[in-house]
């Protein structure tokens, strides 16, 4: 045996020594003391999740309620304030928007007129430039109509003004108001000097109106050129955002957007059948009553019938203002009875037959879109309100709906009939 290994032998001799003797050190000294048990109060249970959501025990401590409360409150603030952004962005490239909005009702209301005229073997762009040509005629020729009985009848409602105006004269002197001349003229100075000194609003006014005027004209011809391309490249365009958009996203989102653009064709179409009964039935009491501009009235009413509910009773109110200006406030009252009967025909008959067949949509909700769309971009915002609420409605509805899953003996019958 060599050195190295006599001297490990010796170390692990003395190592096992050492641990022997403090084994039995540690039993004599078990031998000698008593016995003695320590109770130990075990800790105190730690709180349990109150629900799974919760990421540590401090939350814990917080009511359910608080917190569901809480995650609704700052999803609902992120979404409203992307909404405000959305309506700033909107707001500030509004000259494009807005013509393209109307395209897009423009293109509902004529894509079937396309869609026969391609049934007939007709190419995609001569369709699309007939209907257009054709609904181009009707509009310039209903504008020519309208501005040429407006401009012949005008020396004869300027006549029915006049007179108009001194009934009122006299009313004021002999009425219950019992007013003096030099008060009567003292009122139409005050009216007088208050255009004078409002002559640089006026300029203004009237410089913004061509600047208005300017932007209509470009806003025209954008919509005419996005209505030829969504008639004839529509389906090819739809299908290039939905190629945008993740693999799994595909199918539900392409089949909401055919849904919604039916839902909106609907719409134009019933808005178009529903505007054009009402304008007939004032038109018809305008020519029987032998009020001036009937077709022009009739052709306001039609316009303004666009906007559901109230659309038709507000345009008819100026029917009511000219037939008390021309025949005195006997047949005015007619006249608003008429335009009431026709509402009343339109909100009872025509909006369930007709419109609640292609739309479903309340009327509280057709009433706060309207309100909404005017406080945001005024006219054309109340325009576009119920169409824009008519196909988040059935877009969402199609999203959301519970599609059948297909079971897997389904799965293996049709790979095995293939």
Request: proline share 6%.
């Amino acid at each position: 045996m060599s050195r190295l290994q006599r001297v490990r032998q010796n170390l692990r001799r003395a190592y096992d020594s050492g641990r022997e003797s403090v084994r039995l050190a540690r039993e004599d000294s078990r031998r000698t003391e008593p016995d003695t048990e320590v109770d130990f109060a075990p800790p105190p249970p730690e709180p349990d999740d109150v629900h799974h959501s919760t990421s540590s025990r401090d939350d814990a401590e917080v009511p359910h309620s608080l917190r569901i409360a809480a995650a609704w409150g700052w999803r609902l603030i992120v979404v409203g304030l992307v909404g405000w952004a959305l309506l700033r962005f909107i707001g500030i490239i509004s000259v494009v928007v807005i013509p393209l909005a109307v395209s897009l009702l423009l293109s509902a209301l004529l894509a079937p007129a396309v869609g026969w005229l391609r049934r007939w073997r007709v190419p995609p762009s001569l369709a699309t430039f007939l209907v257009l040509i054709c609904g181009i005629a009707a509009v310039a020729g209903t504008l020519t109509l309208v501005i040429t009985q407006f401009v012949n009848g005008l020396p004869q409602l300027t006549e029915g003004a006049t007179a108009g105006i001194r009934t009122i004269q006299e009313w004021a002197k002999t009425g219950p108001l019992h007013l003096s001349d030099d008060q009567v003229n003292r009122a139409i100075d005050n009216a007088q000097s208050w255009i004078n000194s409002n002559t640089a609003s006026l300029t203004s006014t009237g410089i913004a109106t061509a600047a208005t005027v300017f932007e209509v004209l470009t806003g025209a011809l954008l919509v005419l050129f996005s209505t030829f391309f969504f008639l004839r490249d529509g389906r090819k365009i739809w299908r290039f955002v939905v190629r945008l958009l993740p693999v799994n996203a595909r199918w539900s989102l392409a089949d909401a957007g055919d849904a919604s653009w039916a839902t909106l064709g609907a719409y134009v179409r019933a808005t178009v059948l529903v505007a054009f009964i009402d304008a007939v039935g004032i038109g018809i009491a305008l020519v029987i009553l032998d009020i001036p501009f009937p077709f022009p009235l009739a052709a306001l009413v039609f316009l303004g019938a666009f906007v559901p509910i109230i659309g038709a009773g507000i345009s008819g109110t100026v029917a009511v203002l000219v037939a008390l200006v021309d025949q005195g406030w006997v047949i005015a009252l007619v006249v608003l009875g008429a335009v009431v009967l026709v509402q009343q025909l339109e909100g009872h008959v025509l909006q369930p037959l007709i419109m609640g067949r292609a739309v479903a949509i309340h009327p509280l909700a057709v009433i706060v879109g309207i309100a909404s769309g005017v406080v945001l971009a005024g006219i054309i915002g109340a325009l576009i309100a119920v169409p824009l609420i008519a196909v988040l409605n059935t877009g969402v509805r199609r999203l959301t709906r519970r599609r059948p899953e297909v079971p897997p003996t389904a799965v293996v019958v049709a790979g095995t009939s293939m």
